[in-house]
């Protein structure tokens, strides 16, 4: 009686053979993947900037600037800039009385570094942030309610049907 011939797979070779190739393709796949994400990793990094400072001057944008946590970021941000590193901050705040305010807790501050953007609108954010480098929103997650707004904002929405209108 002779040895039984052993049992072969799909492509004539035998289970332990098909078994160690499908294992060596998932680690290679395996191994493609690691280096495909690192690449993809390094590149977002990259383009946002992290890793490295931008040349010249870093720009710091805070909204939320009079708040308890803004008003830090924003202290910590003019120590820097008085120590000497190559740091300015831009707070943004959303009324006259909120940067009155800041300007009296942190007289290291300069008046032209706080910027009023009521209701934070789309156009005025977008002309207190220009040139900046990096964000810090520290906004409050509650806004107040402005109940003499609400008339004018029933009005168009409602009655005029403006579009976009909150």
């Excluded at 942030?129 to 990096?134: I, L, N, S, V, W």
Aim: include cysteine.
């Amino acid at each position: 009686m002779g040895s039984r011939p052993r049992a072969r797979g799909a492509k004539g070779r035998a289970p332990s053979e098909e078994s160690e190739g499908g294992t060596r393709a998932a680690l290679v796949a395996l191994v493609l993947a690691f280096f495909l994400s690192l690449a993809l990793l390094l590149h977002s990094w990259a383009a946002l900037g992290v890793g490295g400072l931008p040349k010249g001057p870093l720009k710091v944008c805070v909204t939320g600037a009079n708040g308890q946590t803004g008003s830090i970021v924003v202290r910590k941000l003019s120590e820097r800039k008085a120590a000497g590193e190559a740091v300015s901050v831009v707070g943004i705040v959303r009324s006259e009385k909120s940067k009155q305010q800041l300007l009296k807790q942190l007289p290291s501050v300069d008046a032209s570094d706080v910027k009023v953007v009521p209701g934070y609108e789309k156009d005025a954010l977008k002309e207190a942030m220009a040139g900046c480098d990096r964000l810090v929103i520290l906004t409050s997650a509650a806004p107040k309610l402005v109940v003499s707004s609400l008339f004018g904002v029933m009005w168009n929405k409602y009655v005029m049907q403006k579009a976009g209108v909150k």
